[in-house]
């Protein structure tokens, strides 16, 4: 199908010389560069482009714009592929493939098509009446049912081949939207040297001038387009984006942009280009021209293909220079539909203007019957004919009450209805802000009422329709934003001259009342895109709901992929006329972002594959990585969970670098613990306020465990601070609280004690630290060392000392969490892989053996040691860890005064315990229960739960840490873990299973 | 997307910072001396006003520096931003 | 591999920048990416006040900025604002541990803190035609030429960690200093940023 039997053989703002093949449906069909899908397919004569979403009623092309709620189609393929694309928005390009949706076999024959018979049996509500019971039914059969039957699209399952750009800017003033006020705006904004950001969702800016044949200044108006776009070209603060919608309005003047930068390219052309950008924009001021949405007439079968807004078919005429029919029926409760009937005429079209006002505009009319168009005045349509296509309509003198017809109704045959009921100014931005949205009697519509924010509304988004008003309206908002912005420009732009218009009162006109008396609405469609009818509307109101909102969610009206852009008006003013009230106390639903729909691709951008968290890596995760580690995720931190060797499964690789470390060398990667620098005359004192033990007393030297509590007396975190001066302190932390221990420091020496001289800086970058435990530790590190004695005397357990290691500056501190003796040795991050490097190769003949995260659990967990955040869940007290003895009396400390609250002193706390399970070989899982008395199925009361559960090589059995209900009391005891299929009997012991003493860790 | 001034670093998008409570909640000076009640008060009570709240905020993706703000929570509309320890420059409102 | 040749190891090091860089394209890129040789990274705590800064100034011949923002050089020694009392001292890596002592002894009867952080952070230069488009796809600090230019200092979000951003040029040119271990995933991120302008790495 080459040939457009329905272009015009001139005008238009497409390229005739680029003629673009694209297919519909299988079917192959060309248009012209400049055409979007819609304009294109309406060139051929296709006016039959979907199935609605719950009759599957034939659909076709109702708007030339975003308002769009019938032409959704899927576009693009494979990995491409879109759905519910507006075809009057997707600009044409090579190879485009589209089809339609909500049909099955074909769009023609849809055997979903049954339903619309069954309309009645669909009233408002039905799913809420019929799904509702018994509710087992819901997730089985009614929801996939449903699901099935709902359609609207499909999205591509393979990933999705394009990039998609996040941008972050500011402006002084935003201007969205590139018509005649937002022009105008950006003008006179832009001229004061403002930073000015024109957003325009078209290709190319102009808005509905781009499909009028209004004069500016004596030319057509594209001209003065064009001048201005060079003029705002010549502005170097000035950014004009097309293809770009702003769709969402957020607080203080945040708002959110999607520039589709190479939708309207062949898929895969864009090279490193992205498909779509998404601007986060804070704008100082905004100026919202939006514009403004045709309303359609509410007639019965007033959703037929070949039923368009008058506008729209204005725009195909005058923009795509495509003749929408052969014969026009142009009905109207308003002056705007005379220009549309009068370029319809011009362009070959036989005309009638069916006017539901008595008295139509003169100099229009006039204008109109010189073109022998017929004016049927104080009429209105009854109903329109035809199945796939308008074929015929009824109109109807309207009686007085015009709530009836008087006299014979008469019909007309045509292939086009071009329908305006007023129109509706886009306020869904301005609501977005938090405006409050006002009814306004005189022109029929919703007004944007005061600024909350920033901003300010022109045009016809502010309900200002004549051009010449649009143009100074934008003009002056534009230089009232830059000045609030703080710029001015002396002397005044001048203001374009255009052609006086004065206008007839549009009549607050809705719907067609039924042929006769009684007669059911049910075809006289609201919101196209949910197939709400009138009936539905009123149903609604006659059931007793009266807010808006509740109509909306019983109804469904708006709450399409439009959020009823096209519908929300009308059925605003259905409601309030079922339920004799002004539109005005009926009141609006809640606009809310996004404006149009935004793909997933834009919002997630960049942060896809390796980039979607960052991955931390330590100086050593190279040597790591070369000898085969398997990686656990500690935070965002790679940390080697255990280092297999060929043909070795976890366990067994766990068990040899357990066995290693207690036996030869083990050496672990501990650069991820956090380490902060603490340096003040109060350092001290301060470090007692915030440990539940003493740290003043430390000597230089010296090094204390401690634990942190939050001031409700739970466990936070706990680590090793060592005194490396009088004033000078190093704290180590958990990997996870690193960052949360600094913050917790920072907060209490900012906001409570700014009077203790104190200082932290984060040194957790600063230092690789390796960290090696076992019988021969010493003697390695003694081999590499200078400058430090590393004899049990000069530097003993929980001490540290200065010295070089293989060269290197470090500090070597005597801690432990293997209960081995132990040496971590902190060295600058940059020679980090150099000193772990070193020790592996001189470690050689001691069986120095890497042990990964893993290991370092069963090492310490043989020992009891706890770890923040696995044996505590910040309902775990010192006490409750045993560790009562750390809670200094002699001092106050964050949380210590909860430690005395009466639930904290319970006996029948849950205390930190072991368990040894009576098959050794058993291991537990970690957060089974133990619960009081083992009954056959749940509920059980639970007493406690395990922490931490291994096989410990060392020790040839199983080991578990949990917190049990009284635990300390009941060391001996059997206890009881029920699991899925078995039951697993343990003895309850103290939480230490390896050399109690601590004889090891000092040696 | 809130915007909010820090007194050192200037306008800053929310996502800087971080959200630290009601502000002007002081820690008793004697905490052992506090009846479980009040030290209850101190530790879990806090106003929520439906209106203009006195808060502190955090500039954790700048300087570090902690500060007191006073926000509308219906709005959202900041009417203040002082330091820490000093009195607010306006009252909060609002159903408690 | 000779145990000298990897002595020390930059957050990078893993990346083989030499190999790539060259490989880019030689003209014309948008942006360039260069990871910068280690330099001496001071944390200085402290002050305000007429003591700290004339300190400061008699060991590195900079007086540290007051203002928010705002950097101050002096020669290859930089002061960096990163709070109202706290500052990054810059300088060349050899003179690291002289320096910090002599900070120490200067500042010695201050309530200061002085911190060895040379290591923590990695530096990235982004320069080119677009490097400030890189940043706004990862920032969302206003680096409009009128609001941040060359000796502007901001601490923030980018991308998915935390950035210290200096422009060191108004051409422009910006050093990134980022957390030593958040360094590469910056990289990878600054590279996939820049593909669409053409991206050059120097070393």
Known sequence: MNEQRFRLFAGGRIDRERAVRFDFDGERY??????????????????????????????????????????????????????????????????????????????????????????????????????????????????????RAAGLGRSPTEPDPDRYEKMHVHCDVLVVGAGAAGLAAALSAGRTGARVMLADEQSEPGGWLLGSKTAIDDAPAVEWIASALEDLRSMPEVRVLPRTTVTGYYDHNYLVALERVGDHLPPGTGGARPRQRLWKIRARQVVLATGAHERPLVFRNNDRPGIMLAGAARQYVNRYAVRPGESAVVVTNNDSAYPAAIDLSDCGMQVHIVDVRSRPPEAMAAAARQRSIEIFAGHALVAAHGHARVREVTLASLDAARTGYTGTPRRLSCDLVAMSGGLNPAVHLFSQSRGRIVYSPERGCFVPGESVQAERSAGAANGTFPLAYCLSEGREAGKAAAAAAGFRKRGGLRSPKVEGEREQPAEAWWISPPSRAGAPLNKHFVDFQNDVSAADIALAAREGYRSVEHVKRYTTTGMGTDQGKTSNTNAIAIISQTLGVDPSQVGVTTFRPPYTPLTFGALAGRDIGELADPVRTTPMHDWHLAHGAAFEDVGQWKRPWYY??????????????????RNAIGILDATTLGKIDIQGADAAEFLDRIYTNGFRKLAPGRCRYGLMCGEDGMVFDDGVTARLADRHFLMSTTTGGAARVLAWLEEWSQTEWPELEVYFNSVTEQYAVASISGPFARALLEELATGIDLGPEALPFMSWGEGRVAGIPARIVRVSFTGESSFEINVPSDYGLYLWTTLMRAGARYGITPFGTEAMHVLRAEKGFIIAGQDTDGTVTPDDLGLGRMVSRHKDFIGKRSLARPDCRRADRKQLVGLLTEDPQTVLPEGAQIVDRVLPRPPMKMIGHVTSSYFSANLGRSIALALLRGGRERHGERVVLPLPKRRVAATVTAPVFYDEQGERLRA | MLLIHCPWCGPRNEDEFSYGGEAH?????????????????????????????????????????????????????????????????VQSRGGG | MPASEYLRQSALAALGLAAKAGAGPARGAGVILRECAPRAQLCLRGGPGADFEKAVEGVLGVRPPLESGMSARNGDRTLLWLGPDEWLAVLPDERSEEVLSRLRDALAPLHVAVVDVSHSRAVVELSGAHARSVLQKGCHLDLHPSRFRAGSVAQSKFARCHVLLHQTDDAPAYDLYIQRSFARYLWSWLEDAAAEFGVTVEV
């Open chain 1, 30 to 147: 060309t248009g012209f560069a400049g055409d979007t899908v819609a304009s294109a397919l309406l060139a051929h004569g296709v006016h039959l482009v979907g199935r609605s979403f719950k009759y599957h009623r034939p659909r076709g092309i109702l708007s030339a714009g975003a308002e769009e709620p019938n032409a959704l189609l899927q576009v693009g393929r494979g990995a491409y592929t879109l759905p519910n694309q507006r075809a009057t928005q997707v600009e044409l390009y090579a190879g485009l493939s589209a089809t339609s949706q909500n049909r099955w076999p074909s769009l023609r024959f849809d055997a979903g098509a049954v339903s619309s018979l069954l309309s009645p049996l669909f009233p408002a509500g039905f799913y809420y009446k019929t799904f509702m019971w018994p509710p087992s039914f819901w997730l089985r059969h009614y929801e996939p049912l449903i699901r």
């Open chain 1, 644 to 661: 297999p060797a060929a043909g070795e499964s976890m366990q067994d690789a766990v068990d040899r670098e357990c066995l290693a470390a």
């Open chain 2, 25 to 89: 909640i002081v820690r008793p000076a004697a905490p052992e001396a506090e009846s479980d009640a009040q030290w209850a008060d101190y530790l879990f009570m806090r106003t929520n006003r439906k209106g203009l709240n006195l808060e502190r905020w955090v500039h954790t993706h700048g300087c570090g520096r902690w500060f007191n703000v006073a926000r509308d929570t219906v709005t959202h509309r900041i009417e203040a931003v002082y330091g820490m320890g000093e009195a607010p420059p």
